[in-house]
């Protein structure tokens, strides 16, 4: 079962606008929520995280936004740039009993310029 | 700063052959992790060791898989028999334990290949 849901594949966006990338969680265990990029052959990167007692975690131009009742968080960069074009990736954890991290099947983000 | 070392980064065998790949972890990082990735798929978790303790696998990880982790510094993931199935990414990753604040630190992968 996909605790971790992405879905939306990709996403084109124009230089400078926002872009917006959407999860969705069924595990209410969850209480840490984590988001990667990926560039083609390499392994992701850490842009941003949020823990359960926040609903927002801004950092630059990077802002996730966590919707508990919904069970659904949000990544939204603004003002987007061509070099954000990769495949983003959401990930969970739960705290108490396992840190493993479960993550999305990732969106395909194309700034164009 | 030296980041998750992955060792070799590709690599393609024959179907029944065994392999193995290395991973070193951030020096004073105490958790490391392995994943699986396929082509259209976010990073599926096999296991994870903090220290040298192994403290989950996937269930969906099967025999043919071991990973080990001594002295708790650099992990081997093996693959016995490797099947067709088997091709895919293979990610380690290492943290630091700290709750909330703890982040995952991928290395580059082994893209391996089963002919």
């Known amino acids: 079962d996909q605790q971790v849901k992405q879905n939306s594949p990709s996403l084109s966006v124009q230089e400078g606008r926002i872009s917006i990338l959407n999860c969705d969680y069924t595990n209410s265990m969850f209480d840490y929520f984590l988001w990667y990029k990926k560039y083609p052959a390499e392994g992701p990167t850490f842009l941003i995280s949020?823990?359960?007692?926040?609903d927002k975690n801004e950092d630059g131009r990077f802002t996730v936004f966590l919707n508990k009742s919904a069970k659904h968080l949000s990544l939204h960069i603004v003002p987007s740039q061509p070099g954000d074009s990769a495949v983003y990736f959401c990930?969970?954890?739960?705290?108490?009993?396992?840190?493993?991290?479960?993550f999305g099947t990732g969106t395909r983000l194309k700034v164009l310029a | 700063d030296t980041g998750v070392s992955q060792d070799p980064r590709h690599k393609i065998t024959k179907r029944g052959q065994n392999v193995t790949f290395r991973c070193d972890p951030i020096s004073e990082h105490n958790r490391l992790y392995w994943y699986r990735q396929t082509l259209g798929q976010g990073p599926e978790f096999l296991t994870y060791?903090?220290?040298?303790?192994?403290?989950?696998k996937s269930r969906l990880l099967s025999d043919r898989f071991s990973a080990e982790r001594p002295k708790g510094s650099f992990s081997t993931l093996e693959i016995q028999r490797t099947e067709q199935g088997d091709s895919a990414m293979y990610l380690c990753?290492?943290?630091?334990?700290?709750?909330?604040?703890?982040?995952?630190?991928f290395g580059s992968g082994t893209q391996l290949s089963v002919l």
């Open positions: 990930a969970a954890s739960g705290s108490s009993g396992t840190y493993k991290y479960i």
């Open positions: 949020i823990s359960s007692i926040k």
């Open positions: 990753a290492s943290s630091l334990a700290g709750g909330f604040n703890e982040k995952l630190f």
């Open positions: 060791f903090q220290n040298e303790a192994q403290l989950e």
